[in-house]
């Protein structure tokens, strides 16, 4: 398509005034203004419909950014992250917004969360940048207002443009703080592996919310800040800061205790968020976790396909063979069964399991108990017999909130209580506890974990068609529901999702490896770890369906958390190929 000029757009949009929304179509195309090009590249068919998308490009001779800002992947991810933010804010500043019926005068790019995440609203390379972001074209009814469109083209289009995508608008000791916490929060998650840590949280750290709905930090006069027990601080020397020091926590089973209400659980949703980079000021910034950290819960009335539980259950009394375990509805102990053995089937190194959203019987069973109810007669052997074979014999590390067993403490190398939301490492009286009260349960997990099973997905699990002529639909509403053809995936119990656009990237992302990678021979660890490698490679444009700015990249975990729950999944076993027969 030729490049046509701003005078072009703007006798279209005096052409069309007046006449039916349907004649916006003729604006389509490439228009070249004074400081950069936009692309208008989808639009609306009506004022209510999603509204059109478009694209704006500087080249960099005229927004000047200079490329160490974006030299390697972290910073140039973090920059990324900050000129969104910047972009977005610009918009509430200057776009007037609503003017007409529907979406009309509204402007919008895709929101940013506490989190630094790797999206498509902003691209930036040696050559421009660019943004993506949606227009309301405006109408009055159905009638175009070419009035109020100049005025968005004209503008503050241009005006949110040269106020968030040049370098001379930008605040840059603001910009570079951005790109350098991230940096220096990636140095820590990199250097855990040989401190043997598995997560590590600053000192002065801010880990309560605002609110249960409202992720910004609680303020700072109601929050006691973290301080690392003497015994477990270990301090870091990251590229920016001379020194970061703060609470490490090592690899193998630690147990978060103390009473209800004393921050236990604000220190394990600090730690899941912690394979994400967060802004400035987030109070979270140097809260590190592995980025193989996955939290894990019960989810009663999960669908499940053809998952080995069998370490943890066997024994059902329908005498289901637990290696290959499916159902509609699972029960509390089976759901979390199901959660750690696909998490550990993808590659998950660390779990985190808060006894809040734990089923207890998959947590517990005391001697007691174990006296009642013979071993033969209870299908479930209790985490508490398999946590330290997971690490033994699988390098996996557990960290648990636990406040309601002493049990755990027989099992655990670290014990940290939370007193009046500050840690305390009594690990040494946990072990004296331990020793001066024994246990009278017997050990029920055996001298092995047990084989990780690995999966192969059959390409006809994924029907992403939908109404007539098999059209493909895949969307996503909030961040817990996808629509993939005729399925709904539920995520809502998948915690580590932090925003709408991973999960809109995560219905798309199964929709390219169902029809580019999953081919009945390929196991859904190597299908994601293709996929991720992709996204890496700067394909990610080529991966979702057009140019879209909604997208932000999710982790390889919540892709399989995804795939696992649609309902249509059909898996064969890769060692016991052949041997099961896939149609049920
Ligand atoms: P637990 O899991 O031990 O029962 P929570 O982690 O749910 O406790 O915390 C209980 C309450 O205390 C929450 O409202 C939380 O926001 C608040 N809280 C947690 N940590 C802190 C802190 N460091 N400073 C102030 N309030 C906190
Ligand atoms: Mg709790």
Redesign the pocket.
């Known amino acids: 398509m030729p490049i046509k000029s701003v005078e072009d757009l703007n006798s279209i949009l005096k052409r069309i005034d007046g006449r039916g929304y349907k004649a916006y179509k003729d604006i389509k195309g490439q228009y070249k203004f004074e400081k950069f090009e936009l692309y208008i590249e989808h639009v609306q068919p009506d004022p209510y419909a999603s509204p059109s998308k478009v694209r704006a490009r500087v080249k960099q001779k005229i927004a000047g950014f200079p490329s160490s800002l974006f030299k390697n992947r972290i910073r140039k991810i973090a920059f990324e992250d900050y000129l969104a933010r910047t972009f977005y804010w610009n918009i509430k500043q200057i776009s007037k917004g609503h003017r007409g019926s529907g979406k009309s005068g509204f402007i919008n790019i895709l929101p940013c969360s506490q989190q630094i995440l790797e999206r498509t609203s902003i691209s930036i390379n040696e050559d421009a940048v660019e943004a993506r972001f949606t227009m309301g074209l405006p109408a009055k009814g159905r009638r175009i207002l070419s009035k109020e469109a100049s005025e968005m083209f004209f503008k503050e289009i241009p005006y949110i443009i040269e106020s968030s995508l040049f370098y001379k608008s930008l605040k840059s000791e603001e910009l570079n703080n951005h790109i350098e916490v991230a940096e220096d929060a990636e140095y820590i998650r990199e250097h855990l592996k040989e401190k043997n840590l598995v997560a590590f949280v600053a000192n002065d750290s801010c880990?309560?919310?605002a609110s249960g709905v409202d992720d910004r930090p609680?303020r700072k006069e109601?929050?006691?800040l973290f301080k690392s027990p003497p015994s477990l601080e270990v301090s870091f020397h990251p590229p920016h800061k001379k020194e970061i020091k703060g609470m490490g926590i090592p690899e193998g089973i630690t147990l978060i205790a103390?009473g209800?209400?004393?921050?236990?659980?604000?220190l394990l949703n600090a730690l899941a968020v912690g394979c994400y980079n967060h802004i400035p000021e987030d109070g979270r910034e140097f809260v590190v976790s592995s980025p193989d950290t996955v939290k894990i819960r019960a989810e009663d009335g999960r669908f499940v396909e053809n998952t080995d539980i069998f370490p943890f259950i066997h024994n059902l009394p329908s005498g289901e063979d637990t290696h290959f375990f499916s159902t509609l509805n699972a029960s509390g102990s089976t759901s979390q069964a199901s959660n750690i053995i696909e998490a550990l089937e993808v590659g998950a190194k660390v779990l985190l399991i808060d006894e809040?959203t734990s089923a207890t019987n998959f947590m517990i069973r005391d001697g007691r108990m174990q006296e009642l109810v013979a071993k033969e007669k209870e299908p479930i052997t209790p985490l508490i017999d398999k946590i330290r074979l997971l690490y033994k014999d699988l390098k996996v590390s557990t960290i648990l909130?636990m406040?309601g067993s002493g049990d755990y403490f027989d099992v655990a190398d670290t014990v940290i209580l939370?007193d009046t939301?500050k840690p305390v490492d009594v690990s040494e009286r946990a072990k004296s506890i331990s020793k001066s009260y024994k246990l009278h349960r017997s050990f029920e997990g055996g001298n092995k974990f047990g084989i990780i099973e690995h999966r192969i997905p059959l390409p006809e699990s994924f029907r992403p068609y939908r109404g007539r002529g098999d059209k493909v639909k895949i969307k996503s509403r909030g961040i817990s529901e996808i629509y993939f053809g005729y399925e709904k995936i539920d995520l809502s119990s998948v915690e580590q999702l932090v925003e709408e656009g991973q999960t809109r990237g995560i219905g798309e992302l199964i929709y390219y490896a169902a029809t580019e990678i999953f081919d009945g021979k390929i196991t859904l660890k190597e299908a994601l770890e293709l996929i991720e490698k992709r996204l890496r490679g700067n394909l990610p444009d080529s991966m979702f369906p057009f140019s879209s700015g909604e997208y932000a990249i999710p982790r390889k975990y919540e892709i399989a958390a995804a795939i696992n729950r649609l309902n249509t999944l059909r898996c064969k076993d890769k060692h016991r190929f052949g041997s099961l027969d896939p149609v049920r």
């Open positions: 880990l309560p919310r609680l109601r929050a006691i103390g209800g209400y004393h921050g236990k659980s604000t809040d909130v406040g939370m939301y």
